[in-house]
């Protein structure tokens, strides 16, 4: 009977296996559906974004749905949330004064401010009007006058508040923006800057004419330095500040005044810099082709890992007054990177003019951190401005790398909270300001992640942290408050939700924005002990589910050793047919600084809901040594195995989804990633050949020993080795993507920007040259111009993944035609303008 009884449970399920259609079909049209573009026009705000006002504890913020935009200003004190304005009455008032057509739902209003009484707003609206721009023209052929260049007009308005009157400000003037390479004093009387790879200052009065011409030559500037030269400057090297200059850039830009990372004393009077000398980092040079009219060539210090010539930092620090500076003695490890800490920004500082990076401390001390190269030691300091003295305050010393966050000041120091993971979780410990440990705040098996207020005077401590709460996705993010004893540990924002908060300066209110991957985000207030104030916003998916939108699903595997939980989303088509057997997409990224899983909704569609649309079922999942915000030990479970660590835990998951739903084909796996994802999926092509079966590997590091040193040897270590001499070295070793190549079986397409200087193309190269020599067949997509994150060929590159996928994964041979359709029908057709007097039967512009 038992045997009759398995015999009848195993035809059924033969029986229900048959019935499953194999999808080899794909669906353009549905793809087509959720663009970026097309997104745009169907999901608005999502979060309330609070612009906290200075004299009280009130904010304001704007909120877009399918109404149109509305501004609101909320009093927490009184529990009250109203509209600055009616926008059908503005509307009106300011079409009769710009003489352009608004309505409520198309109010352009920009830099919305309030004014230091608190009781109006000002903001500027664009008309259509044009007008003689101020002191420009165009240039023309010999024996023509200039052309004056036009540019619409801007009107400037004030709102008051209370009475609702509308006042223009004919004679507005609008502050200057700052130029990036003015670093201003927090009293606003000295800017700093570099040229020529030295240090200046100019006072507020010259600084002023610079915004008005940086060309006057009555401008008076403070030479603070005279050592500076290339490669071992003040300042910043780039053109704007980051780099990115090509052979052309440099020559034009080489005498114009440029940025300098300088942390300014809350006092004005000193200023603190590190100046790396990277005269032996050696060159790295991309080329880009299409520049017109002929190519340029870039040229870069990158530093790799394991190269033996190292950029060493110095701390200096400057005195404004007596315009002096001193080195500090900060050495104690080779190769060692220092990075000096600023203070937090307060919330009422975002609709200034400009933020003043200034110094974490007093203006008596201040904070930085030296790391060893092998980033196992790392240790607070504080400076002594006075007597220019450095003393290690906290050291943090682990096996493999440190992590370390910004300390937390109480009274200016006389106390420190420091985070640590020194008993194997991200926790907080209370010192004092000898470095003397008073206590462990918070403890247990959950990860806190960042300070996000201290209130000084009842001794409590505002943090966000993860994991703590049972039943829940561990990663779901929640704020608490602790006392600074370890005492009264309280959840402020409950519920099953991942969370952003947004905490006012005096730690009184916050506002809490949470959902999930399949929950619409709603934004509530609170006050800072956990009350809920009031609902504020829900954000309007009703276009979105108009157009067929369907949330994905959580799930919970175990990891390959059949214990660590891992934790991801599965993403289905929305024309999902369970009678169906679908191909399906890993997207993949290792970490380990993050996994690419969402937990709260996402507007990013294109390598997840978006993919799915063709016809595929994409996962994404976690992998031991991911994410941080979990246990030290499954952070650094990859800790000397950067190429593999992740692949078994991603077949794992696969295999486990399919046991569990038989819609999933475990014969036609496939696996997408870029960057570090773009890396593991070439890998995992190559270590289980025979389970994947297409990968399209998008700007992957495949060859990490010519990735940047940090990402390299922090993830994958480097061994430092001292001799009998005490000289020390270091020793590094990695596993790359090519030498595996043999194991190749599968469709592999790999793409890389040719002016990536993140992820240097040489990454792809080396990997193309090995399966050349190989005798491998194998699929490019070279994308000229562009950088790491592609750019304006986005769009392109999804067509030509979903290509690749469909043909080879679902088995759809369509023939495509040259022409991307899905992106021409997206782009207006238009002919030539028409002239004055022209038929009325063409097409007008």
Known sequence: MTKCLYALLLLVCLSATAQQTLVTKANYQLATKFSPNKLNKMVFSTAVDPHWLKKSDRFWYMYETTEGKKWYIVDPAKGEKKQLFDNAILAAQISRIVKDPFDAQHLGLDSMRFTKDENSIQFEVKSTQEIEK?????????????????????????????????????????????????????????????????????????????????????IVEIKLTTDGIENYSYHSEGALGGGGETNVDKEKNKNKRKSAFVTWSPDSKHFALVRADNRKVQDLWVINSIADPRPTLETYKYWMPGEKDSPTDDLLLFNTVDKTHTELNVDLFKDQDVAVWSAPSLATSRDDDYRVNVWLGTADKFYFTRTSRDLKRIDVCEVNVASKTVKAIIPERLNTYVEVRRVGLVNGGKELIQWSEDDGWGHFYLYDEAGKLKNQITSGAYHCED??????????????????????????????????????????????????????????????????VNTIPKSTLYAADGRKIMDLETADFSSLFAAGYKFPQPFKVKADDGITDIYGVMYKPFDFDSTKKYPVIEYVYPGPQTEAVNKSFSRGMDRTDRLAQLGFIVLTMGNRGGHPSRSKWYHNYGYGN?????????????????????????????????????????????????????????????????????????????????????????????????????????????????????????????????????????????????????TDMTEYFYWRMADYFTQYLMGDTTERPVDIEEMNREIPQSGPKETIGASQGGRRQ
Not at 676 to 694: E, R
């Open 642 to 790: 950067l190429r593999d660590y992740g692949l078994a835990d991603k077949k794992a998951c696969a295999e486990q989804l399919a046991d569990r739903y038989p819609f999933i084909d475990i014969n036609r796996i496939g696996i997408h990633g870029h960057s570090g994802g773009g890396f593991m999926s070439t890998a995992a092509m190559l270590v289980y050949p025979d389970f994947f079966k297409v990968a399209v590997s998008s700007s992957g590091n495949h060859d990490n020993s010519v990735y940047n040193r940090w990402w390299s040897e922090k993830h994958n270590g480097v061994k430092e080795i001292v001799s009998d001499k005490n000289d020390t070295s270091f020793q590094y070793s990695i596993d790359k993507n090519q030498t595996l190549v043999k194991n190749l079986k599968g469709h592999l397409m790999l793409s890389t920007g040719d002016i990536d200087n993140n992820v240097h193309p040489a990454n792809t190269i080396r990997v193309m040259n090995a399966l050349i020599k190989a005798n491998k067949r194998f699929d490019l997509v070279m994308l000229p111009g562009q950088r790491h994150a592609y």
């Open 134 to 218: 101020k002191d420009t023209t165009t240039k023309r052929e010999k024996g023509t006058p200039p052309a004056p260049v036009k540019e619409k007009k801007v009107f400037y308005f004030e709102y008051n508040l209370n009475s609702g009157v509308l006042t223009e400000l004919p004679d507005f003037k609008k502050p200057k923006r700052k130029p990036q390479w003015a670093s201003i004093s927090p009293d606003s009387n000295l800017v700093v800057f570099g040229k020529n790879y030295n240090l200046y200052m100019m006072d507020k009065a010259n600084y002023e004419k610079a915004l008005k011409n940086e060309e006057d030559s009555t």
């Open 451 to 516: 300070i996000v207020g201290i209130d000084e005077k009842k001794r409590v401590l505002y943090f966000s942290a993860n994991g703590k709460e049972a039943n829940e996705d561990p990663y779901y993010l929640h704020l608490y408050s602790i006392n600074f004893d370890g005492t009264g540990l309280k959840l402020l924002n409950p519920g099953d939700f991942d969370n952003t908060m947004n905490m006012n300066d005096n730690q009184k209110y916050f506002v809490n924005t949470y959902s999930r």
